[in-house]
């Protein structure tokens, strides 16, 4: 066996206590019957073992923090006097450790200047980089309701490939009222829908297959992200497109092509219902 994508994302997370009882408990039953990602666990084990050893961090001493507050105060005062006041009393709080604090205060020096420099610079990059980060957040949250869907006995909390069964279930679940087209002509027939939570908001998705892939759509409001409409999460593809205020997530393990021709498919289906 092979592991793939999916299973290495579970695997990890349950590696981390990332995952619900429920699912923890699932991946437990696989590992227990699967030697190759028992194999694999005790790997992921002993790398965190190994790097928690080689990184085992420094203890910061005692005196940085006086050392800070005088190299601070060199750097900011204009009166020598009183600069030399205060250094004179950070050595005698430092007392028998003032010589070997003595390189921390150039260390210190240049740290307060990278903090205050890159702080600056940082605060706008994270700014302009906002967008991305939160379109980002709930994409690994779709992408994670996507996989538990998969290793749940059915991807779905109802079943049915008619529109007018799936969509009016979701009536008292969810505040969004999705449109759920049936593309089995096409060859993405709907099976199904359940609700998802993502970012706290309840959600409805639908689910759909293509051969014996799933596809999950889940339908978030819009907040006029304007970001890529597609992406390759740990070996999974996510398409996205925004109709009116809301907007519309496909994710499966899908060749990007297919994936992209559903996607197209759906949003020309949108926007003619519009």
Not at 44 to 62: E, H, I, M, Q, R
Not at 64 to 72: F, G, K, N, P
Not at 107 to 128: D, E
């Given at each position: ?32 019957r ?9 790997r ?19 005196s ?9 105060s ?24 003032s ?34 980060r939160q ?27 008619q ?75 996510v ?17 990007p ?18």
């Open positions: 066996m092979t592991i793939d994508n999916q299973t290495l994302l579970l695997l990890n997370a349950y590696h981390d206590g990332e995952l619900s009882p429920g699912e923890a408990l699932s991946m437990q039953d696989r590992i227990d699967e030697p190759e990602l028992a194999a694999m666990m005790r992921l084990a002993n790398l965190s073992s190994d790097l928690t050893d080689a990184l085992p961090g420094n203890p910061v001493p005692d940085l923090r006086s050392t800070v507050i005088a190299s601070l060199l750097d900011v005062t204009g009166d020598d006097g009183a600069t030399d006041e205060r250094i004179d009393e950070n050595a005698s709080m430092l007392g028998a450790n010589r070997a604090a003595t390189p921390w205060r150039s260390m210190a020096a240049s740290l307060v200047i990278g903090v205050a420099a890159g702080g600056l610079a940082g605060g706008y990059v994270m700014y302009l980089s906002q967008e991305e379109v980002s957040t709930i994409e690994h949250e779709i992408l994670a309701a996507h996989l538990r869907g998969l290793i749940a006995p059915q991807p779905f909390d109802i079943a049915s490939s529109s007018h069964v799936v969509k009016p279930w979701f009536n008292g679940k969810t505040t969004i009222a999705p449109t759920a087209p049936d593309f089995s002509a096409q060859g993405f027939p709907l099976v199904g829908g359940r609700v998802d939570v993502i970012s706290g908001q309840v959600v409805p998705t639908m689910v759909f297959k293509r051969r014996q892939h799933t596809i999950s759509v889940t339908v978030t409001t819009s907040s006029g992200m304007a970001v890529s409409a597609s992406n390759v999460v740990d070996g999974t593809n398409r996205r497109w925004t109709v009116g205020d809301l907007t519309y997530w496909a994710v499966s393990d899908l060749n092509a297919e994936l992209s021709s559903f996607a197209a498919l759906y949003e020309k289906t949108l926007s003619g219902s519009q």
